[in-house]
Protein backbone atom coordinates (compact mmCIF):
# COMPACT_ATOMS: atom_id res chain seq x y z
CA UNK A 1 0.00 0.00 0.00
CA UNK A 2 1.25 3.22 -1.25
CA UNK A 3 1.10 6.12 1.50
CA UNK A 4 0.76 9.95 0.16
CA UNK A 5 1.94 12.81 2.32
CA UNK A 6 -2.00 13.72 2.75
CA UNK A 7 -2.35 10.29 3.83
CA UNK A 8 0.66 10.14 6.24
CA UNK A 9 -0.40 13.38 7.71
CA UNK A 10 -4.09 12.56 8.12
CA UNK A 11 -2.95 9.63 10.10
CA UNK A 12 -0.84 10.81 12.65
CA UNK A 13 -3.19 13.34 13.23
CA UNK A 14 -5.90 10.14 13.73
CA UNK A 15 -3.44 8.92 16.07
CA UNK A 16 -2.94 11.95 17.61
CA UNK A 17 -6.61 12.05 18.36
CA UNK A 18 -6.87 8.73 19.57
CA UNK A 19 -4.21 9.09 22.10
CA UNK A 20 -4.88 12.57 23.25
CA UNK A 21 -8.72 11.79 24.04
CA UNK A 22 -7.68 8.66 26.26
CA UNK A 23 -4.72 10.53 27.80
CA UNK A 24 -7.43 13.50 29.16
CA UNK A 25 -8.96 11.34 32.10
CA UNK A 26 -5.56 10.60 33.11
CA UNK A 27 -4.46 11.77 36.74
CA UNK A 28 -1.61 14.76 36.75
CA UNK A 29 2.09 14.25 37.87
CA UNK A 30 3.70 17.25 39.80
CA UNK A 31 7.39 16.58 40.51
CA UNK A 32 9.48 19.42 42.11
CA UNK A 33 13.01 20.18 43.71
CA UNK A 34 12.88 20.77 47.55
CA UNK A 35 15.27 20.88 50.32
CA UNK A 36 15.49 17.29 50.51
CA UNK A 37 15.74 16.47 46.92
CA UNK A 38 12.90 15.64 44.23
CA UNK A 39 9.40 15.12 45.23
CA UNK A 40 6.93 13.38 42.94
CA UNK A 41 3.33 12.90 43.67
CA UNK A 42 -0.14 12.14 42.24
CA UNK A 43 -3.58 10.73 43.11
CA UNK A 44 -4.01 7.44 42.07
CA UNK A 45 -7.21 5.09 41.87
CA UNK A 46 -6.06 1.61 40.76
CA UNK A 47 -1.84 0.75 39.89
CA UNK A 48 0.52 2.99 41.31
CA UNK A 49 2.04 5.67 38.53
CA UNK A 50 5.67 6.38 40.25
CA UNK A 51 8.56 4.14 40.00
CA UNK A 52 12.00 4.01 40.67
CA UNK A 53 13.93 3.80 37.47
CA UNK A 54 17.76 3.90 38.61
CA UNK A 55 20.10 4.98 41.29
CA UNK A 56 19.30 8.84 41.46
CA UNK A 57 16.24 8.27 38.79
CA UNK A 58 12.34 8.09 38.65
CA UNK A 59 9.67 7.31 36.10
CA UNK A 60 6.30 8.41 36.44
CA UNK A 61 3.16 8.79 33.80
CA UNK A 62 -0.09 9.04 32.90
CA UNK A 63 -1.87 6.67 30.45
CA UNK A 64 -2.80 3.33 29.53
CA UNK A 65 -1.25 0.91 32.69
CA UNK A 66 0.29 -1.51 29.92
CA UNK A 67 2.22 1.01 27.79
CA UNK A 68 3.11 2.42 30.53
CA UNK A 69 4.63 -0.73 31.74
CA UNK A 70 6.20 -1.34 28.79
CA UNK A 71 8.39 1.47 28.89
CA UNK A 72 8.97 1.18 32.34
CA UNK A 73 10.36 -1.94 31.57
CA UNK A 74 11.85 -0.37 28.99
CA UNK A 75 13.69 2.31 30.65
CA UNK A 76 14.50 -0.35 33.48
CA UNK A 77 16.59 -2.89 30.85
CA UNK A 78 18.26 0.50 28.85
CA UNK A 79 19.54 1.70 32.52
CA UNK A 80 20.84 -1.63 34.02
CA UNK A 81 22.58 -2.43 30.76
CA UNK A 82 24.02 1.22 30.55
CA UNK A 83 25.40 0.75 34.35
CA UNK A 84 26.77 -2.40 33.51
CA UNK A 85 28.54 -1.95 30.13
CA UNK A 86 29.50 1.88 30.90
CA UNK A 87 29.24 2.28 34.96
CA UNK A 88 26.50 3.63 37.16
CA UNK A 89 27.95 6.96 37.14
CA UNK A 90 26.89 7.25 33.26
CA UNK A 91 23.92 5.89 33.55
CA UNK A 92 21.68 9.90 32.80
CA UNK A 93 18.27 10.77 32.38
CA UNK A 94 19.47 12.67 29.09
CA UNK A 95 20.68 9.44 27.17
CA UNK A 96 17.45 7.18 28.63
CA UNK A 97 15.17 9.95 27.39
CA UNK A 98 17.10 10.32 23.88
CA UNK A 99 18.05 6.76 23.14
CA UNK A 100 15.55 5.04 24.62
CA UNK A 101 12.17 5.78 25.57
CA UNK A 102 12.01 8.63 22.58
CA UNK A 103 12.87 6.32 20.07
CA UNK A 104 10.41 3.95 20.96
CA UNK A 105 7.92 5.90 20.80
CA UNK A 106 8.14 8.32 17.84
CA UNK A 107 8.80 4.69 15.68
CA UNK A 108 5.32 3.64 17.14
CA UNK A 109 3.51 6.44 16.53
CA UNK A 110 4.94 7.32 12.92
CA UNK A 111 4.30 3.64 12.05
CA UNK A 112 1.39 3.44 10.16
CA UNK A 113 0.85 -0.48 11.16
CA UNK A 114 1.51 -0.14 15.17
CA UNK A 115 -0.67 1.41 17.60
CA UNK A 116 0.84 4.21 19.03
CA UNK A 117 1.89 4.06 23.13
CA UNK A 118 -1.18 6.18 24.88
CA UNK A 119 0.96 7.80 27.60
CA UNK A 120 2.86 10.92 28.74
CA UNK A 121 5.72 10.53 30.62
CA UNK A 122 8.06 12.58 33.68
CA UNK A 123 11.87 11.43 34.08
CA UNK A 124 13.24 13.21 37.51
CA UNK A 125 17.03 12.64 38.20
CA UNK A 126 18.27 14.18 41.82
CA UNK A 127 21.71 16.00 42.07
CA UNK A 128 23.71 16.94 44.82
CA UNK A 129 21.91 20.69 44.71
CA UNK A 130 18.75 21.92 43.73
CA UNK A 131 20.11 23.42 40.23
CA UNK A 132 21.30 20.16 39.31
CA UNK A 133 18.17 18.26 39.63
CA UNK A 134 16.67 17.47 35.74
CA UNK A 135 13.35 16.82 34.62
CA UNK A 136 12.01 15.96 31.39
CA UNK A 137 8.82 15.79 30.12
CA UNK A 138 8.03 13.22 27.08
CA UNK A 139 5.16 13.00 24.64
CA UNK A 140 3.60 9.90 23.15
CA UNK A 141 4.43 10.80 19.87
CA UNK A 142 8.35 10.62 21.53
CA UNK A 143 8.82 14.68 21.16
CA UNK A 144 10.35 15.71 24.69
CA UNK A 145 11.14 18.81 26.42
CA UNK A 146 13.60 19.59 29.70
CA UNK A 147 12.23 21.60 32.78
CA UNK A 148 13.96 23.11 35.72
CA UNK A 149 12.96 22.74 38.88
CA UNK A 150 9.19 21.70 38.57
CA UNK A 151 7.96 19.83 35.85
CA UNK A 152 4.44 17.96 35.21
CA UNK A 153 2.17 16.11 32.60
CA UNK A 154 -1.28 16.37 32.62
CA UNK A 155 -4.57 15.08 30.83
CA UNK A 156 -3.97 18.13 28.81
CA UNK A 157 -0.72 19.61 27.58
CA UNK A 158 -1.63 22.85 27.48
CA UNK A 159 -1.99 23.14 31.13
CA UNK A 160 0.79 22.35 32.31
CA UNK A 161 2.70 25.33 32.07
CA UNK A 162 -0.15 26.97 34.10
CA UNK A 163 0.28 23.73 36.77
CA UNK A 164 4.23 24.93 36.96
CA UNK A 165 3.47 28.43 37.01
CA UNK A 166 0.98 27.82 40.29
CA UNK A 167 3.61 25.68 42.02
CA UNK A 168 6.21 28.25 41.48
CA UNK A 169 4.17 30.88 42.27
CA UNK A 170 3.58 29.20 45.86
CA UNK A 171 7.30 28.01 46.68
CA UNK A 172 10.48 28.54 46.40
CA UNK A 173 12.01 26.28 44.62
CA UNK A 174 14.78 24.21 46.10
CA UNK A 175 15.04 25.88 49.50
CA UNK A 176 11.01 24.44 50.25
CA UNK A 177 10.72 21.68 53.36
CA UNK A 178 9.45 18.25 52.19
CA UNK A 179 6.12 18.87 54.40
CA UNK A 180 5.46 22.58 52.42
CA UNK A 181 6.49 20.77 48.82
CA UNK A 182 3.60 17.87 49.42
CA UNK A 183 1.26 20.53 50.23
CA UNK A 184 1.90 22.84 47.12
CA UNK A 185 2.77 20.05 45.26
CA UNK A 186 -0.86 18.52 46.03
CA UNK A 187 -2.78 21.86 45.45
CA UNK A 188 -0.76 21.76 41.81
CA UNK A 189 -2.04 18.59 41.30
CA UNK A 190 -5.53 19.89 41.97
CA UNK A 191 -5.30 22.93 39.19
CA UNK A 192 -4.33 20.70 36.94
CA UNK A 193 -7.29 17.92 37.26
CA UNK A 194 -9.95 21.01 37.06
CA UNK A 195 -8.12 22.69 34.09
CA UNK A 196 -8.50 19.47 32.19
CA UNK A 197 -11.93 18.50 33.04
CA UNK A 198 -13.10 21.89 32.79
CA UNK A 199 -10.93 22.76 29.14
CA UNK A 200 -13.44 25.93 28.76
CA UNK A 201 -12.75 27.19 32.01
CA UNK A 202 -8.36 26.70 31.24
CA UNK A 203 -7.61 30.10 30.90
CA UNK A 204 -9.62 31.02 34.13
CA UNK A 205 -7.96 32.15 37.49
CA UNK A 206 -9.21 29.05 39.90
CA UNK A 207 -10.41 30.50 43.79
CA UNK A 208 -8.50 28.54 46.48
CA UNK A 209 -11.68 27.01 47.26
CA UNK A 210 -12.60 25.62 44.17
CA UNK A 211 -8.66 23.65 44.10
CA UNK A 212 -9.48 22.66 47.95
CA UNK A 213 -12.98 21.06 46.70
CA UNK A 214 -11.24 19.45 43.64
CA UNK A 215 -8.64 18.05 45.99
CA UNK A 216 -11.02 16.56 48.66
CA UNK A 217 -13.58 14.81 46.32
CA UNK A 218 -10.63 13.12 44.50
CA UNK A 219 -9.59 12.31 47.63
CA UNK A 220 -12.69 10.34 48.90
CA UNK A 221 -11.81 7.90 46.15
CA UNK A 222 -8.24 7.99 45.52
CA UNK A 223 -5.06 7.91 47.59
CA UNK A 224 -2.21 10.11 47.55
CA UNK A 225 1.35 8.23 45.80
CA UNK A 226 3.95 10.32 46.33
CA UNK A 227 7.28 9.79 45.93
CA UNK A 228 10.99 11.10 46.94
CA UNK A 229 14.29 10.96 45.38
CA UNK A 230 16.74 11.69 48.44
CA UNK A 231 19.52 14.71 47.85
CA UNK A 232 21.51 13.73 51.04
CA UNK A 233 21.25 9.98 51.49
CA UNK A 234 24.18 7.74 52.15
CA UNK A 235 22.38 4.94 49.86
CA UNK A 236 23.05 4.55 45.93
CA UNK A 237 19.13 3.99 45.67
CA UNK A 238 17.89 6.99 46.23
CA UNK A 239 14.17 6.87 45.10
CA UNK A 240 11.57 6.15 48.36
CA UNK A 241 7.79 6.29 48.39
CA UNK A 242 6.78 8.44 51.49
CA UNK A 243 5.25 7.20 54.13
CA UNK A 244 1.29 7.14 54.89
CA UNK A 245 2.07 8.82 57.87
CA UNK A 246 4.19 11.34 56.10
CA UNK A 247 1.16 11.80 54.15
CA UNK A 248 -1.19 12.33 56.72
CA UNK A 249 -0.51 15.28 58.45
CA UNK A 250 -0.61 16.72 55.36
CA UNK A 251 -4.38 15.99 54.21
CA UNK A 252 -4.95 16.52 58.13
CA UNK A 253 -4.23 20.25 57.15
CA UNK A 254 -5.89 20.41 54.15
CA UNK A 255 -9.32 19.44 55.69
Given amino acids: MVYTPYDWAQMLRQKADYVEDRLRL????????????????TIRWTQRKIYEAYDKLAFAALGQQAD?????MLTIDFVHVEGFQRSPEDVSIQRVVGFAISPALRRA?????RAPFVLRALLAQVGDR???????????????AQRELVAAICGMPSVEEDVESEVRKRLKLGDANLH???????????????????????KESVTNE??????????????????LLERHSQRER???????NEIKSIVAELQ
Fill in 180 to 202: DALNVALVAWALGKFKTDNSEAS
Fill in 238 to 244: RFRLLSD
Fill in 210 to 227: ELHKVLMENLSSGKIEAA
Fill in 130 to 144: PEEDVFYVVNYDGEF
Fill in 109 to 113: FSDPF
Fill in 26 to 41: GSPVVALSCHEGVLIV
Fill in 68 to 72: IEAIR
